[in-house]
């Protein structure tokens, strides 16, 4: 025979692998898992068979690649991924990017269907949506009675605000006809006040996590309607922060956990009592200023009647004074260790009391206290005010520059002074006549 050209193994290995790269490449397979080995370097390995024909899989980095947790033995799923030729071993393999069970494909596609119609409807248009009650009494809960969604969302909500009261409406989150009862909840939580159950003031719709089929009952048109025409706020809360549902869409409000949305629906207490200290701060600090400036000008008007006066008789209406301006600020004083004494009762009994009527009855009580400290403080002024000028008129009346218009002199020794008695005088002494008009100097004779 003549010689023939021939190709090495490796050559005809590498044109294979081209050939599939090339020609069939990235593409979906539908088909049953057997023989899943996971290695402990984090890479799986599987088979994807039918009833005619398999093919060897390998999933690198497993636990990063989306739909992971789908694959086991039996079970029948889609792989994305790109087929190889491994020129080592010439075998065909998949290298798996992700995966998902049969038929998530037909759930996507009715999520986004139902999730265009509605959108086109405006249920999704932020001008609807309501906001929450700032501190509510009573908080609906639509979720299974015996998952841990509802123990996770109780223990937030005891720990954030132990006054609340809380109205479950247990439903089953999943299954065959599910939605149906989680939107008949939905209805039921706006008008239950007529069977005698506390009304609640917001609602949280939710469950724990789950796979695309495990939160469905969220998805149907059934529960977003309910959702939609709740006559309260409501509160979506469905799987985990990576989840969406047609019901977080519609809901008030979007919560990526349930634990998230009973955090949401209440204010924290510490917050709460926090606030309250520092209103009763500022009230204090409010009032003991005014206290103090209405001291400072008692104490001028005080000092201006003593520079005023020559007579000693006129200290008595200032010690009187002294003593009024001393019980008012007793009074006030007084009036806010009482208000102390009332916030600190209030602090202790939080249970018994409601922050927001709390906040209600204090702003009142400060109303009140603000107009009848500034009546007080006004008549106290005015009072002050009308013995300043009346001390005033006396002043004028008895003092000396009246007494000499009446023809009264006064006459001063040579040194300045008030002779008081001739017996003080000399012979050739200079004194000094005060008149009302003028002043007369004189020579003592005799």
């Known amino acids: ?3 023939v050209k021939a190709i090495s193994v490796t050559q005809l290995a590498r044109r294979i692998r081209n050939l599939l790269e090339i020609e069939v490449g990235d593409i979906w397979v539908e088909g049953e898992i057997s023989n899943v080995r996971k290695q402990g ?4 390995y599987f088979s994807l068979k039918d009833e005619s024909a398999q093919i060897s899989c390998a999933m690198f980095g497993a636990r990063r690649r989306a739909g992971h947790e789908v694959i086991e033995d039996g079970a029948k799923v889609q792989i994305f991924g790109e087929t190889s030729f491994y020129e080592a071993r010439g075998s065909t393999q998949l290298i798996v990017k992700k995966a998902q069970a049969v038929g998530v494909g037909d759930l996507q596609a009715r999520f986004e269907a139902l999730k265009r119609k509605l959108d086109e409807e405006g249920l999704f248009s932020q001008e609807r949506k309501r906001s929450l009650p700032a501190f509510p009494k009573v908080v609906g809960v639509v979720t299974s009675p015996t998952g841990a969604a509802l123990q996770d969302m109780k223990n937030v909500l005891s720990r954030r605000a132990p006054w609340l009261t809380v109205v479950l409406f247990p439903v089953a989150v999943q299954g065959k006809g599910a939605e149906r009862g989680i939107a008949r909840a939905i209805r039921q939580a706006g008008a239950v006040s007529e069977k005698g ?21 969220f998805n149907e048109e059934v529960v977003a309607r309910a959702i939609a025409t709740s006559s309260i706020p409501v509160i979506s809360a469905v799987g985990h922060e990576i989840d969406f549902t047609i019901s977080d869409f519609v809901a008030d ?31 204090s600090r409010g009032v003991r200023g005014r206290v103090d400036r209405l001291s ?3 104490d001028y008007y005080e000092r201006g009647i003593f520079t005023q006066s020559a007579e000693r008789k006129l200290q008595q209406p200032v010690f009187r004074l002294e003593g009024l301006r001393r019980d008012f600020s007793n009074v006030i004083e007084e009036s806010i260790r009482m208000s102390e004494r009332l916030i600190s009762a209030y602090q202790a009994n939080w249970d018994r009391y409601h922050p927001r009527e709390i906040l209600k009855r204090r702003q009142e009580k400060l109303d009140g206290s603000q107009v009848e400290f500034l009546n007080a403080a006004k008549n106290a002024l005015k009072v002050q005010e009308g013995r300043i000028e009346h001390l005033s008129s006396v002043l004028q009346v008895l003092g000396p520059g009246s007494i000499l218009d009446r023809g009264f002199s006064i006459t001063f020794d040579p040194r300045g002074g008030i002779v008081k008695s ?5 012979q050739g002494d200079i004194i000094t006549t005060q008149m009302s008009d003028g002043k007369i100097k004189s020579v003592v004779k005799e």
Not at 41 to 44: A, F, I, L, Y
Not at 197 to 217: A, C
Not at 422 to 426: D, E, K, M, Q
């Open 422 to 426: 001739a017996a003080a005088l000399s």
């Open 1 to 3: 025979m003549g010689s």
């Open 296 to 298: 400072d000008q008692l």
């Open 197 to 217: 159950v506390p009304q609640p003031e917001v609602l949280i719709v939710g469950r724990g996590g789950g796979s695309l089929e495990d939160l469905w009952n």
């Open 41 to 44: 370097s984090g890479h799986w």
């Open 253 to 283: 409000l979007r919560a990526p956990t349930p634990s998230a949305a009973a955090e949401l629906v209440v204010p924290d207490r510490k917050d709460l009592l926090d606030r309250i200290e520092n209103l009763r701060s500022r009230l």
